[in-house]
């Protein structure tokens, strides 16, 4: 299988010229292998979803974060996509092998073009709301939305297609990608203190076996 530490990533404290030309020197998580993540998904809490109340966006901060000058939507296009122009921290263009389809997609920035390439919140943030997310710090909550292990640049269709679903409801259709996409949907759950669905911890068994 594809080693697990190409996805369970953190960000090192790096310079923005590092990031920008150097793909940046990603560092890896705490979780290595299947059968640790397997381990993993069951220290997590297994309870039913809370109430939507009061959730809104703003709740994970009010619109994007920045690493080291440079927003993260532009960072994760960086880290994403292959044979990128920028300016600065702005991504002009790029390519996308898509892990939710497995599709290439071509990005370049442009009102009507940019949405080809959306910035995924692997663990959905109404998700994460009403497992646990509420019960955080506002301030955890705005490092959970900016966190890079719970960020990826996907196919856009794909992600307006996942909405807001859990893995119960939602995985990607390349399957190749789903013990990845997993294995991080646990380690952002176990990093913020997020429970899991009965259902859901089910589906990311499942999704599991295809390590």
């Not at 959306?118 to 997310?133: E, F, M, R, T, Y």
């Not at 710090?137 to 996942?162: F, H, I, M, T």
Request: aromatic share 6%; net charge positive; with cysteine.
């Amino acid at each position: 299988m594809r080693s697990l530490l190409a996805s369970l990533v953190v960000v090192a404290g790096l310079s923005t010229a590092t990031i920008l030309h150097s793909n940046f020197a990603l560092t890896p998580a705490t979780i290595t292998s299947k059968d640790e993540v397997s381990a993993t998904l069951d220290t997590l809490e297994v309870k039913g979803r809370a109430p939507k109340t009061n959730y809104s966006r703003d709740q994970f901060g009010e619109g994007r974060g920045q690493i080291n000058g440079c927003d993260t939507r532009n960072v994760i296009l960086m880290r994403d996509l292959t044979n990128v122009q920028n300016e600065g921290c702005r991504v002009i263009s790029g390519t996308l092998n898509d892990p939710y389809t497995g599709r290439e997609v071509v990005f370049t920035r442009g009102s009507t073009t940019g949405s080809v390439v959306q910035i995924d919140h692997i663990v959905a943030l109404s998700d994460a709301w009403q497992k646990g997310a509420q019960l955080l710090s506002k301030e955890d909550r705005v490092k959970l939305a900016n966190d890079p292990l719970e960020l990826l640049a996907v196919d856009g269709k794909a992600n307006q297609q996942k909405s807001d679903g859990d893995a119960a409801t939602w995985l990607p259709s390349n399957k190749s990608f789903r013990c990845e996409y997993a294995s991080r949907q646990i380690a952002v759950k176990k990093k913020y203190s997020l429970w899991v669905t009965e259902a859901e911890k089910a589906a990311l068994r499942s999704a599991l076996t295809s390590c």
